[in-house]
């Protein structure tokens, strides 16, 4: 019985614990599932959260684009700049044509956008106010976006990038998120696609632009990317499948990358080149000056395709052609002096020598051809006949003296043609007879770089008639030149020349000026010693010299050292010796005198006079061609002129083109006489590059604003019809270590004898501050703030020559080296900038906010790079072309 108690119950006990078990499970089971059920609600809930975030941040993104697209529209010619806060860092700003009027400009922030209401003519209180919002810096108020390790690059400022929230609600009325964005330039970036593919040597004296990749990744020091930065980048920016944050392998460490991710882009937008909203045209493509001087669709011959380029300079700059105060009365519209230069622009393109004719057959282009510096005759009395009427022959010899000013040695077949020339008085008056006009053959010559070379054009014989039927010969009848002008030629006495090179006319003196008679235009001459002493006697005759009266303009172009070349003549009765052959004028106190230090301080520099001075006949009968050649090998490099004959490279070798200008070196004239305007000759090239003379500095006649019309870039098919390039940096907005990269390692080698000077680390530094002083830029030609800095000559190691001394006109400190040599660094630069950008990158923060408690309970960060393209209706519009979250 026992037995089977005991077997009794241990098959209940069995059964308890089996039950026990169940129970166990079941309760474990419940747990788990009410566990699960928690978690469940607690997953929701944070997807939620994070799909609120993601919505807010999308809503900021949204805005940002909408804010983009409402500030360009339809308008070609906006500018991007950015605020200069000094503690809450930069704002990123469109204009609508400028950055220095707030009233009409659009911060690229979050905020609150009912304040900007009326865009593009906003209050400008209200953009302040608008953009002031994020220097409250309570968290309620702004966010700081460049936290540790998130998009923005690492800096110890905390409120560098601050952002005003704003605010979302539910459908009813409840705060749920919110937003928070800035937009930064991504053309304020290096692209190590395009930039740095070069051994970086930018010292080609002659092409000064080589293509996009001239700018360095590299700038001597670690403000940019060190050598094995640099070569890294480059490496993975090659791959078409890497994204902006890959490059971050180039990086040694996440620290590194932290600090400089900000300075290096991929985007491959194209940059168009625009004509500036100040401008008629404004909004249109700049214009190809290569195509413009070339292409017969702009003109069959040169001529016309010189008055095309002087017409679009003439609609957009209107008082561009009052540059030339010597032509306001004769001109008001100042258009002959644009064509003048408009004709220098095509010859220094176009492929020939054939110099370009404009207002109505002035030969007004520059040329590698030679100039006609010095002009005489040699007058023999050969002979007289013995009985009446008697009548003497005067052999007349012409002599010039060319001079070939550019580097290139010239050489070609010469002629000229002399009207206008004196006359001879038989017997003190009893007869008076002018010279015939004289047409030369031609003369094959050739001229080596900055070489002086006489010249025989040939000889006219011709016979003179006393009509008094008393003999020359006697005493008293001598032939004599009278002082005064001549009765029976139309030129009445003053001599003018022209000058075919290869049958083409290419040089002769100035078109009359205004208010005047033909003589006025005409040359200088001087008084031939009077009388012959009787038959065989020797007379030499100069007309070429400018003299103190109004009739000396001579040369159109007066050349680029303006009269300084012609011969000045002293003493009427100098004869053979009056001029200096085979060489340069002498140096004088005279006005003309070729002192350049001193006298022509403020035209284009000339380092110092050339070795090859001339010299003089040694008697009457001499010949000019017989003398020895003073020319020396050295003097090639003291060249005065430059000619490309061929496309321009960079659009800041407008520069080298001769400024046809009249005015003396303070805008006024330097003589009496109210026409002398005409002989003043500016005597310097274009300033573009360096600053200008004082009375060319008003705005609307600087030569640089030619950069806002032209340009030496091309279309293509991603650039809708504007030239284009990729790669330019915006001068408005990038920071100090990406502006020093426009400059560094520049060697300004177009005078020979300074190629030692490079622009150094330091010196790059200091030439990015300049930029960054000078801001705001509303288009290119604004540069010219800083082209004072690029002529002085500490800014570059070793120094580039020294400084020469200052005066009114020219006050800045500037190298005394050519003056295409000072404007080298900024022809080499101006190529990789810009003062828009097509591109951008957006920061997002976007949390989800409890509705209640209002902290936060989720947060997205949204980093988007957009571009700016044209859309079907010609509206710019933003395409987003990269996207990266962060939750």
Not at 448 to 475: C, H, I, M, W, Y
Not at 637 to 664: C, K, Y
Not at 723 to 743: C, D, H, I, K, Y
Not at 854 to 881: D, F, M
Request: with cysteine; hydrophobic share 35%; proline share 5%.
């Amino acid at each position: 019985m026992r037995r089977s108690f005991f077997k009794t119950f241990r098959k209940k006990a069995s059964s308890l614990v089996v039950t026990l078990l169940v129970i166990v499970v079941l309760s474990t089971i419940v747990v788990a599932f009410m566990q699960s059920m928690s978690i469940e609600r607690l997953t929701a809930k944070s997807l939620r959260n994070i799909l609120r975030s993601e919505l807010s941040a999308q809503a900021g993104l949204e805005t940002a684009l909408f804010q983009i697209q409402a500030a360009t529209g339809t308008n070609q010619a906006y500018v991007v700049g950015q605020t200069n806060l000094t503690s809450f860092g930069p704002v990123l700003l469109i204009g609508q044509t400028n950055l220095t009027n707030f009233a009409q400009t659009m911060p690229l922030i979050s905020g609150r956008i009912d304040l900007l209401t009326g865009y593009p003519a906003a209050n400008s209180n209200s953009v302040v106010s608008y953009i002031n919002a994020k220097t409250n810096t309570a968290t309620t108020n702004s966010f700081n976006l460049n936290l540790k390790n998130t998009f923005i690059e690492a800096t110890s400022d905390t409120n560098k990038y601050r952002a005003p929230w704003v605010y979302l609600t539910n459908s009813d009325g409840t705060t749920n998120s919110r937003y928070a964005y800035v937009v930064l330039d991504e053309w304020a970036r290096v692209n190590p696609r395009y930039h740095g593919n070069t051994n970086l040597v930018r010292n080609n004296p002659t092409n000064w632009f080589t293509g996009i990749g001239a700018l360095p990744l590299y700038t001597g020091g670690t403000n940019l990317f060190s050598v094995s930065e640099a070569s890294s980048v480059r490496a993975i920016a090659s791959n078409n499948a890497v994204t902006p944050h890959t490059l971050g392998q180039a990086f040694s460490s996440r620290s590194v990358y932290e600090a400089k991710k900000h300075l290096v882009t991929i985007d491959d937008t194209w940059s168009p080149d625009v004509i500036p909203a100040d401008k008629p045209q404004r909004g249109l493509p700049k214009f190809n000056i290569n195509d413009l001087a070339t292409n017969t669709i702009h003109g069959a011959t040169a001529t016309l395709r010189a008055d095309k380029i002087a017409s679009i300079i003439a609609t957009n700059l209107p008082d561009f052609g009052k540059r030339d105060l010597g032509l306001q009365n004769e001109d008001p519209s100042g258009l002959k002096y644009i064509k003048r230069l408009a004709a220098s622009i095509v010859d220094y393109i176009d492929a020939d020598s054939v110099t370009t004719l404009v207002n109505g057959g002035e030969p007004a282009g520059m040329e590698a051809t030679p100039y006609l510096v010095m002009l005489a005759e040699k007058n023999t009395w050969v002979s007289e006949s013995a009985g009446p009427p008697y009548t003497i022959v005067i052999r007349s010899e012409f002599y010039g003296q060319l001079w070939n000013p550019y580097s290139v040695p010239v050489s070609g077949n010469v002629k000229i043609e002399v009207q206008g020339r004196q006359y001879v008085d038989i017997r003190n008056g009893g007869s008076q007879t002018d010279f015939n006009d004289f047409n030369s053959p031609s003369v094959a010559v050739t001229l080596q770089p900055n070489e002086f070379k006489a010249v025989r054009f040939g000889t006219a014989d011709q016979s003179f008639v006393n009509f008094l039927n008393q003999p020359s010969s006697a005493s008293g009848n001598h032939p004599t030149w009278p002082a005064t002008s001549s009765s029976g030629s139309s030129l009445t006495g003053h001599p003018h020349f022209r000058l075919y090179w290869n049958n083409n006319l290419v040089n002769m003196n100035r078109s009359q000026p205004e208010n005047a008679a033909p003589a006025a235009s005409g040359l200088g001459r001087n008084n031939p010693g009077n009388t012959f002493g009787g038959v065989g006697a020797i007379r030499w005759s100069y007309n070429c010299q400018p003299a103190n009266s109004p009739n000396t303009v001579a040369d159109p172009r007066i050349t680029f050292l303006s009269e300084t070349d012609w011969l000045s003549l002293g003493a009427a009765n100098t004869g053979h010796t009056s001029g200096l052959w085979q060489g340069r004028q002498a140096d004088g106190a005279s006005q003309r005198s070729q002192d350049f230090r001193t006298t022509w301080a403020a035209r284009d520099y000339i380092r110092a006079n050339s070795t090859n001075q001339g010299i003089t006949l040694s008697s009457a009968n001499g010949d000019p061609t017989a003398l020895t050649s003073q020319y020396n090998a050295a003097d090639a490099r003291t060249f005065i002129a430059s000619i490309r004959n061929a496309s321009m490279q960079s659009i800041g070798e407008l520069g080298h083109l001769f400024d046809p200008i009249q005015v003396n070196d303070t805008g006024g004239n330097s003589y009496s006489a109210a026409q002398d305007y005409h002989r003043a000759g500016g005597g310097y090239s274009l300033r573009i590059g360096q600053p200008e003379f004082t009375f060319t500095s008003t705005n609307g006649r600087r030569a640089v604003e030619l950069l806002d019309l032209f340009t030496v870039n091309s279309t293509n098919s991603a650039s809708d019809g504007f030239p284009a390039s990729q790669g330019r940096v915006n001068v408005n907005t990038a920071p100090q270590s990406v502006l020093e990269a426009l400059f560094y390692n520049i060697s300004p080698t177009s005078d020979a004898a300074f190629t030692n000077s490079v622009i150094s680390a330091v010196n790059a530094s200091n030439l990015a501050n300049t930029i960054i002083t000078n801001r705001p830029y509303d288009k290119l030609s604004d540069l010219h703030k800083i082209t004072a800095a690029l002529a002085n000559a500490t800014n570059f190691t070793p120094n580039l020559s020294v400084n020469v001394a200052s005066n009114a006109n020219a006050p800045a400190p500037f190298a005394g080296v050519f003056d295409r040599a000072r404007e080298e660094t900024f022809g080499k630069m101006i190529q990789l900038a810009t003062v828009q950008s097509r591109s951008f990158r957006i920061y997002v923060v976007g949390e989800a906010l409890n509705p209640v408690t209002g902290k936060r309970e989720g947060r997205s960060a949204l980093e988007a790079i957009v571009s700016i393209r044209k859309n079907s209706l010609g509206q710019l519009e933003p395409y987003i072309t990269y996207t990266r979250w962060e939750n």
